[in-house]
C-alpha cells in the first residue's frame, strides 16, 4: 500500500514529494496547496489490481473521495472504473476521460434527472437502494426507451468497526436495502421491463482496518446470490464496496491482498466478476495539503500556529476530530514547543491538529499528511475564503490540475437587490 508518509526528506532536510521539494511548490503556486503524488495512487491502484490477479474484476475508483479531474484521469488511465454518488460526478468522469460503461452509480436519492442522465451515459450499472428507487428507475428507463443495469445495494448487517459516521452497513442507517427484503426486491425487479439485473453490490463503511467484516459481508451477500440463483435470477457481478483503511497516525491498514483475501476467499468458487469501490485508500495517503505558518500564538495554556489553511480546506478534523500528521517542511534546529495548529476561520472548532510538537519558527511551511481523501471534496467557502489550488507530482514534473479560487469568482452567482 501507499508508502507513509509520503513525502520524503531530502539531503538538506526539505521535505519533497517524488522529485519536487514543497518548496518549490509553495513558491510557484502560493498556499494552501493540495499536493498529490502520481506514483502513489498508482502504487496504490496497482495494489489492489496484485491482490485481483486472476480474478475478473473491476476496480471502481470512489469519485467523492477526490474528484479533481487530474485524479480521476489518471485513475482513467490506469484502467479504472468508477463509482459515483451524483450527476455531477459523472459530468466529471466523463470530462476526465473516464469511460461511463464502468460507472457505477451509488446513494440513496438518485433524482429523476439524474437517472435519464446516467442512462444516456450508458452507465454499467445503478446500485438500487429502496424500493421507491427502483420503481422510478423502471419508470425513467421506460420514458427514455431505454433498459436500466441494476444491482441492488443491500444492507449485510455486518458492523465495520470503525467510526459511527462512516459506518453504513448497519440495519440502523438510511443506505441499502434490508438483507431480509432484497429476494423480494429481485423477484419484483425481474417482471419488470425497464431493467435488467446485472449484480448485487455492499459497501460496509469506511476506514476499515480489520479485514474480517468485509470477508463476513460477502459471505452474506453469497447466500443472497445462491438463494437467487435457485429461483433462475443469475447475477453477472458482485460488488463489496469500498472502505479500506489507511494509516493517519499510528493505525496499521492491512495490504490490498491482506484485506481482500477474506473476500477472495469466500468468493472462491464464484464466477461473477467482483467489483470493488476503493476511495481512501486509493488517494488518502497520495495527498497533502501544504500551508504556511501566518503566526505563531503564545499563549498561558496553548500555544498556536495559526496558518493559512483552515476548515473549510480540510473539513476532517472538525467534523469528525480525525488526526493528520502535521510535519514541518524544513527542519530546524530548534525547541520543540507544542503546538494547535489552527486557521484563521471564526470558529473554535477550526483547528488542523491539536497537541503537536513541532520545531517551528513564523513563515514556515507544514505538511498536513494523508490528506488526498476527502479533504478538497469536502472543502467549503467559509468565510469567503477562496479554496486551494492543486497540485500532481509526476517525478520531477509538476501539474496545476486546480487553480485556487479567484474572491470574485465566488460570488459571481449572486445578485443586489434592485434599486
Ligand atoms: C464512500 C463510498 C465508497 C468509498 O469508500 P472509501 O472508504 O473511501 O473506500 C464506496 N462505495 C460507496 C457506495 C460509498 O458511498
Do not use: W
Amino acid at each position: 500500500m501507499t508508502a507513509y508518509p509520503m513525502p520524503t526528506l531530502t539531503g538538506d532536510a526539505a521535505l519533497q514529494v517524488e522529485a519536487v521539494p514543497l518548496t518549490a511548490i509553495a513558491e510557484q503556486f502560493g498556499t494552501p496547496t493540495y499536493v498529490y503524488s502520481r506514483a502513489a495512487l498508482t502504487e496504490a491502484f496497482q495494489a489492489y489490481q496484485h491482490a485481483l490477479a486472476g480474478r475478473r474484476a473491476s476496480i471502481c475508483y470512489a469519485v467523492k473521495a477526490n474528484s479533481n479531474l487530474g485524479i480521476l484521469n489518471a485513475f482513467a488511465r490506469l484502467g479504472a472504473g468508477f463509482d459515483i454518488v451524483s450527476g455531477g460526478e459523472l459530468q466529471r468522469v466523463i470530462a476526465a476521460g473516464g469511460d461511463a460503461a464502468k460507472v457505477v452509480f451509488s446513494g440513496v436519492g438518485k433524482t429523476s434527472v439524474e437517472m435519464r442522465q446516467a442512462l444516456d451515459a450508458g452507465i454499467r450499472c445503478f446500485n438500487v437502494e429502496s424500493a421507491a428507487e427502483l420503481d422510478r428507475l423502471a419508470s425513467v428507463a421506460a420514458e427514455c426507451g431505454k433498459v436500466a443495469p441494476i444491482a441492488f445495494r443491500v444492507n449485510p448487517d455486518v458492523d465495520p468497526k470503525t467510526h459511527p459516521y462512516i459506518s453504513t452497513g448497519l440495519k440502523n442507517n438510511k443506505f441499502g436495502v434490508a438483507f431480509d427484503d432484497a429476494i423480494a426486491l429481485y423477484r419484483k425487479a425481474a417482471t419488470l421491463p425497464g431493467i435488467a439485473i446485472k449484480g448485487i453490490a455492499s459497501h460496509i463503511g469506511s476506514q476499515l482496518l480489520d479485514p474480517a467484516p468485509a470477508g463476513e459481508a460477502a459471505e452474506r451477500v453469497l447466500t443472497l446470490v445462491e438463494q437467487l440463483a435457485t429461483e433462475g435470477i443469475t447475477l453477472a457481478h458482485i460488488d463489496i464496496g469500498g472502505g479500506m483503511g489507511i494509516r493517519y497516525s499510528d493505525e496499521t491498514p492491512p495490504v490490498a491482498d491482506d484485506y481482500l483475501a477474506p473476500v477472495l476467499k469466500a468468493l472462491a468458487d464464484r464466477s461473477e466478476e467482483i467489483l470493488l469501490e476503493p476511495g481512501r485508500s486509493l488517494i488518502g495517503n497520495a495527498g497533502l495539503l501544504l500551508t504556511r505558518i501566518e503566526y505563531l500564538k503564545p499563549g498561558q495554556e496553548k500555544h498556536f500556529a495559526v496558518v493559512d489553511a483552515a476548515m473549510n480546506d480540510l473539513a476532517r478534523p472538525a467534523l469528525y476530530d480525525a488526526f493528520h500528521e502535521v510535519v514541518p517542511v524544513i527542519a530546524r534546529d530548534l525547541p520543540a514547543q507544542t503546538y494547535d495548529v489552527v486557521g484563521p476561520i471564526c470558529e473554535s472548532g477550526d483547528f488542523l491538529a491539536r497537541n503537536r510538537a513541532l520545531k517551528v519558527a513564523d513563515g514556515d511551511l507544514l505538511a498536513i499528511l494523508s490528506a488526498g481523501a476527502y479533504g478538497m471534496t469536502m472543502a467549503s467557502n467559509y468565510n469567503t475564503r477562496a479554496r486551494a489550488a492543486e497540485v500532481m507530482v509526476d517525478g520531477k514534473q509538476c501539474h496545476l490540475i486546480r487553480e485556487r479560487e479567484n474572491i470574485a469568482d465566488l460570488f459571481a452567482l449572486e445578485r443586489r437587490l434592485p434599486d
